[in-house]
């Protein structure tokens, strides 16, 4: 098809990532989005998938688990001529690195907050790789149909627990049982909805201006004084609505409503889609690619192992960043300067995995990896040398030290453990001064470590020996003419050393990293780090 189909298509993509602690109402967020993008019926299918609980040292259960998550973690569906894809951000156990990862590929992030816990821990960490890249932050806060904090003390967390400016889009009014509806403060009306089915199917809104007299009748007294007090604090007191600001996620755009009765959610959605871009350039070594170039590109940004362990092949993670993708195309795998051949790709289309014929910028396609991927590797249908910005390596947060049990075995071991790493799911450092025999495996959560155990097992044939660390941080470590045997610590840190020989900052305390900054001069530590 023509280049002009190609724009349009690209003028429809939206592609966001889903941000939140477990428990806020991520899932029934997403599903309320199907809902109305009519690619579900009724709400509480994908919730029964969900409550599917895995033994956590089963691998195939995990396996299986991971297998849901591989179908529910990119969604699409379309939306008043939008076609938005969803990356969802695995909380619980199942938070790894990938977690991280799936940010990079997208373009913007909700963030999705509980109105009665407020800023949570894994929404912290989430947000930081968000706010790294840059990307616009959208905040919808959840379960206003519940008791929740008061919504300034909500805004005032947000700011200094993220610090992020907020702006509220909207301005709850009344809350719990007694939530009729929102203030639109850009369009200045209000948004009363109207619940019919508790969140079944979807909901309609009245809008009605506030000036009308009969506003104070509809709301009664207290809430309509109430609201107009509020109103007034915020336009003196609140920050200025900016959209370059959102734009480049330095102000985060604040809408508060019940994904549980859909109270809030359409609106919520339509400004979403009316301040976010299509996909935008993105970073190469050849400059800033656009997404209309006339040559398919992106790169892979995810590796997922194969759900049957019998068979060693995986999915790559795919995301397009330029040109049209058609199924069975040549492309160049830059990295290794390969042609691979993209036969059987996927794509994943509300709740079932589909074949894909065509894709455009902003889509995730899933292609058959017979073990030649590399997270961060590009693919392009062009001779060109191109290689996208590479995927950083995030700060694993818990470490143990492993061995092989059979020495004779060491050979699969080490194999083993590479092949995991490559996958991305665990980092691999060596300790420094003991022998090459034990390696130290950090991972962004806890689960990586069954499922390295479990995998070294089964597929290698390998038993290991494992000791738990005590280190909660890890940095790489930067400084011009570093000697380790000047280099100064703190007890409870030590320095080991990535594949690539690179020195890391391993330790205990928090406080250690500022006085490591200040025992060694010149020294710079990074808490991410671009792989080579
Ligand atoms: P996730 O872990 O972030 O995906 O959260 P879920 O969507 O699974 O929701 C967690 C719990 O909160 C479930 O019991 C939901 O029914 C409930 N929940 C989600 N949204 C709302 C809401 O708007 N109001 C209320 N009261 N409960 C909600």
């Given at each position: 098809m023509s280049q002009a189909n190609t724009m349009d298509e690209i003028q429809k993509r939206r592609t966001f990532a889903i941000i939140s602690h477990p428990d806020a109402?991520?899932?029934?967020?997403?599903?309320?989005?199907?809902?109305?993008?009519?690619?579900?019926?009724?709400?509480?299918?994908?919730?029964?998938?969900?409550?599917?609980?895995?033994?956590?040292?089963?691998?195939?259960?995990?396996?299986?688990?991971?297998?849901?998550?591989?179908?529910?973690?990119?969604l699409q569906f379309n939306y008043d001529g939008f076609c938005i894809n969803i990356l969802d951000t695995p909380g619980h156990q199942d938070f790894s690195e990938d977690t991280y990862r799936t940010l990079v590929a997208a373009d913007s992030a909700v963030m999705v907050i509980d109105s009665a816990k407020g800023v949570e821990e894994q929404t912290k960490k989430l947000f930081k790789v968000c706010k790294m890249r840059g990307i616009p932050i959208f905040t919808f806060i959840n379960k206003l149909d519940a008791q929740g904090k008061d919504p300034l003390e909500l805004i005032e967390d947000i700011e200094n627990a993220l610090g992020i400016r907020a702006f509220p889009m909207d301005w709850p009014i009344g809350c719990g049982k007694g939530f009729k509806?929102?203030?639109?403060?850009?369009?200045?009306?209000?948004?009363?909805?109207?619940?019919?089915?508790?969140?079944?199917?979807?909901?309609?809104?009245?809008?009605?201006?506030?000036?009308?007299?009969?506003?104070?009748?509809?709301?009664?007294?207290d809430l309509h004084e109430k609201l107009l007090e509020d109103i007034e604090l915020l336009d003196m007191a609140g920050d200025d609505?900016?959209?370059?600001?959102?734009?480049?996620?330095?102000?985060?755009?604040?809408?508060?409503?019940?994904?549980?009765?859909?109270?809030?959610?359409?609106?919520?959605?339509?400004?979403?889609?009316?301040?976010?871009?299509?996909?935008?350039?993105?970073?190469?070594?050849?400059?800033?690619?656009?997404?209309?170039?006339?040559?398919?590109?992106?790169?892979?940004?995810?590796?997922?192992?194969?759900?049957?362990?019998?068979?060693?092949?995986?999915?790559?993670?795919?995301?397009?960043?330029?040109?049209?993708?058609?199924?069975?195309?040549?492309?160049?795998?830059?990295?290794?300067?390969?042609?691979?051949?993209?036969?059987?790709?996927?794509?994943?289309?509300?709740?079932?995995?589909?074949?894909?014929?065509e894709a455009y910028p902003?889509?995730?396609?899933?292609?058959?990896?017979?073990?030649?991927?590399?997270?961060?590797?590009?693919?392009?249908?062009?001779?060109?040398?191109?290689?996208?910005?590479?995927?950083?390596?995030?700060?694993?947060?818990?470490?143990?030290?492993?061995?092989?049990?059979?020495?004779?075995?060491?050979?699969?071991?080490?194999?083993?453990?590479?092949q995991l790493a490559e996958e991305g799911s665990i980092q691999v450092f060596k300790p420094r001064f003991t022998g090459a025999e034990e390696l130290i495996i950090g991972v962004v959560g806890v689960l990586q470590f069954e499922v390295l155990e479990y995998r070294l097992n089964n597929e290698y044939g390998v038993e290991i020996k494992k000791q738990h660390l005590p280190y909660n941080y890890i940095r790489w470590i930067e400084q011009e003419n570093y000697d380790p045997s000047k280099f100064k610590l703190t007890s409870d840190a030590i320095v080991a050393e990535t594949e690539d020989g690179n020195p890391v900052l391993l330790c205990q305390y928090e406080w250690s990293i500022r006085q490591v900054i200040e025992r060694n001069e010149g020294v710079v530590l990074h808490e991410t780090h671009l792989r080579t």
């Open positions: 109402g991520k899932t029934t967020l997403t599903e309320k989005f199907l809902l109305y993008g009519g690619a579900i019926r009724t709400a509480g299918s994908v919730k029964s998938r969900r409550t599917q609980k895995h033994a956590v040292s089963d691998w195939m259960e995990i396996e299986k688990q991971r297998g849901i998550s591989v179908t529910s973690s990119v509806g929102v203030y639109n403060r850009l369009k200045k009306h209000i948004e009363l909805f109207d619940d019919g089915d508790h969140g079944q199917s979807i909901v309609n809104t009245v809008e009605c201006d506030l000036q009308d007299e009969n506003l104070a009748d509809l709301l009664g007294q609505y900016s959209l370059d600001q959102i734009l480049a996620g330095e102000l985060t755009p604040v809408f508060f409503g019940s994904a549980m009765t859909n109270f809030g959610v359409e609106p919520f959605l339509k400004a979403f889609l009316d301040i976010t871009q299509p996909p935008q350039p993105r970073k190469s070594n050849l400059g800033d690619v656009q997404p209309t170039k006339d040559y398919f590109s992106g790169f892979i940004f995810k590796i997922q192992a194969n759900m049957n362990p019998a068979h060693r092949d995986r999915i790559a993670f795919l995301r397009i960043c330029s040109g049209k993708f058609e199924k069975g195309m040549m492309t160049n795998l830059v990295q290794k300067n390969k042609k691979v051949k993209l036969a059987q790709p996927q794509q994943f289309l509300a709740q079932d995995r589909a074949m894909v014929e902003g889509d995730i396609i899933g292609i058959h990896d017979p073990g030649i991927f590399n997270i961060g590797d590009t693919l392009c249908s062009s001779d060109l040398k191109l290689q996208y910005e590479g995927i950083p390596q995030f700060a694993p947060e818990h470490f143990m030290k492993i061995s092989t049990i059979n020495a004779l075995k060491r050979k699969q071991f080490l194999k083993g453990v590479s």
